[in-house]
């Protein structure tokens, strides 16, 4: 199916739809929305000629609207005295560098425009001097307001009036005008009075870093993983607002750490604020130090001490991992998921059979991480001396890779992750070859096996599968009431339990096999003395064949879970 191109749901026309969602920056502009409209065909020859033209006016659309909207507002700045201070000597060096101006490099004061200016000052010097003994009674109060809120938007600095320092910059504003209208005054009496240096533009705020460490993170990181980076940065701002860097301290940071872990909805436990949260902030600090942005010491190392946690308050705050049991799968597999002529699903979801079918199955045997089996293309799968192979990797063969990532990029979490293991038996004779042969044979050797893991075109962060994630977990959490803590990563848990109730004496599985097959970087410390540990030797050879590998899937026991029939029987409904 073209992109941006798809038949409703509800059979009602034949006729082929384009859809186009707007860009990011035009979502919530008056009477922009989701483009959808029909071609008026069912003819996909001729639907794609005219979806191309829909496409293109709506786009040109959108791209006038983007051309005239105006810059965002920046976020209110939160006064600090080092702030106040910058807002106060930019306006003195401005009242005498414009003098400065007026009398030396421009016509100079006649009678009449030194008359002029002495009568300015003179009014300005009442009016501060009114405020500054009267405060809110002065008459002149909301009018100092307006000139002050004028000038801060002047020099790009939005300051709000509930701001609690708001009070202490009026007062040193208005001690500000009336030193500046005391030295042009003097000068006008033709006396002495210095022009200030231009004050040091004031250091960059923390939004500045937002994107750059986006883009630090791409160039390291999968798609996930710099969201959630990020994320915490985002997380930062919100708290202190968006503050200069150089204005955050270690007490500040140790505030939002303890905010953040005592919050009312989602509270960060303590393993992830100390570990992960702390070095992210480290990190993106670290990145300001190197690109200029921040002077100084990094406030994260100023951190002598966290804030903690009670034993039982970090419980509760823990996300808890269920594996499924073989009941769960069992009623799983004889769900609404698995029946093709259900009406239930949207989207996707209610097209894709083939990824409802095959992903929860691959899981279960593999023990993959669900993003791992959503990005598979045709050309992961493969026979090697004559066992059948499916190949986790980021890279693809062809000249078709470029075209088929339309700006999304395959990820592994890491190192371990990428490995070629052998296909399990049961996935074979449930049919998943010739599956993975349908798909080579309608769109090539690159293509995609599961078509509605391709983002929708528009997304700021496309993401492989995500829709397929986000379906299957409200079902299983919510539709099949297994309740919190059963997801996509219960599949990988229930295997790794397999691998362990698999080992016996005599039996066991040589050392590194059970990583080997599902990605694991090490043995975690529940298997330790269950599963042997593979030590150095792990980074020599080739590793663990997969010829080997598939003798020992055959130790993994699945007999209670009740499969749904093969692929094409059940497409048929058999």
């Known amino acids: ?16 739809y384009v859809r186009l969602v707007p860009p990011t920056a035009l979502k919530g502009h008056p009477g922009v929305r989701e483009f959808r409209k029909s071609t008026g065909t069912a003819d996909l020859r001729r639907a794609k000629t005219i979806g191309a033209l829909l496409i293109a006016e709506k786009r040109s659309e959108w791209d006038r609207l983007l051309a005239a909207a105006k810059p965002a507002c920046a976020s209110p700045q939160p006064l600090t005295p080092e702030l106040i201070e910058h807002i106060c000597a930019r306006r003195l ?36 001097r009114s405020v500054l003994a009267r405060g809110k009674s002065a008459p002149e109060w909301e009018a100092t307001l307006q000139v002050l809120d004028d000038w801060c938007e002047q020099i790009k600095l939005m300051v709000i009036r509930t701001d609690p320092r708001y009070p202490q910059l009026v007062r040193q504003f208005a001690e500000v005008e009336l030193e500046a209208t005391r030295r042009v005054l ?75 872990m005592r919050a009312p909805v989602k509270p960060w436990s303590m393993k992830h604020a100390h570990g992960f949260v702390k070095r992210t902030l480290r990190e993106v600090f670290a990145l300001a130090r190197t690109r200029g942005l921040l002077e100084g010491a990094n406030p994260v190392d100023d951190l002598d001490v966290l804030p903690s946690l009670t034993s039982k308050e970090e419980k509760a705050r823990r996300k808890p991992r269920h594996p499924f049991t073989d009941s769960q799968l069992s009623t799983l597999f004889a769900s609404d998921w698995y029946r093709p002529d259900s009406t239930r699903w949207r989207g996707k979801m209610a097209t894709d059979l083939g990824a409802r079918y095959w992903v929860p199955l691959v899981c279960m045997f593999h023990g993959n991480r ?10 992961d799968v493969a026979v090697q001396q004559g066992v059948s192979v499916v190949q986790f990797r980021e890279e693809m063969d062809g000249e078709q890779a470029a075209m088929l990532a339309a700006g999304v990029v395959r990820s592994l979490k890491n190192d371990p992750s990428r490995r070629v ?43 492989l599968g995500r829709a397929y994630e986000q379906a299957f977990l409200r079902h299983a959490r919510d539709g099949l009431a297994f309740g919190r803590g059963f997801g996509n990563h219960s599949f990988r848990h229930q295997l790794e339990d397999r691998i362990r109730d698999a080992q016996r004496p005599g039996h066991q599985w040589p050392a590194g096999m059970a990583q080997a097959y599902t990605g694991r970087m090490r043995v975690r410390s529940q298997d330790a003395g269950r599963i042997e540990v593979e030590g150095s030797e792990a980074a020599y050879g080739r590793g663990h064949s997969p010829a080997a590998l598939r003798d020992y899937l055959k130790t993994l026991a699945f007999d209670a879970v009740t499969l749904p029939p093969p692929y094409a029987s059940w497409l048929r409904g058999e």
């Open 370 to 379: 669900v993003r791992e089996v959503l990005q598979l293309v045709a050309s």
């Open 186 to 260: 003097n000068r006008n009496q033709g006396e002495g009075a210095p022009s200030p240096e231009e004050p040091r533009p004031v250091g960059a705020c923390l939004s500045a870093l937002s994107e750059p460490y986006r883009d630090f993170k791409r160039q390291r990181s999968g798609g996930k993983h710099t969201g959630t980076s990020v994320h915490v940065w985002l997380k930062l701002i919100d708290h202190l607002g968006d503050v200069p860097l150089g204005a955050v301290k270690a007490s500040d940071l140790f505030e939002f750490l303890e905010a953040r």
């Open 93 to 128: 060096y401005q009242w005498m560098h414009i003098d400065d101006l007026g009398r030396y490099e421009g016509a100079g004061h006649d009678d009449k425009s030194h008359a002029a200016l002495t009568q300015l000052c003179q009014a300005t010097d009442k009016s501060m």
């Open 1 to 16: 199916m073209p992109e941006n191109f798809y038949r409703p749901d509800h059979g009602r026309s034949l006729n082929w």
């Open 421 to 463: 293991v052998p296909l399990h038996p049961t996935l074979l004779a449930l049919g998943f070859g010739e599956y993975v042969e349908q798909r080579r044979s309608q769109a090539g050797a690159n293509a995609l096996l599961f078509p509605s893991s391709i983002p929708k075109p528009g997304g700021k962060a496309p993401m």
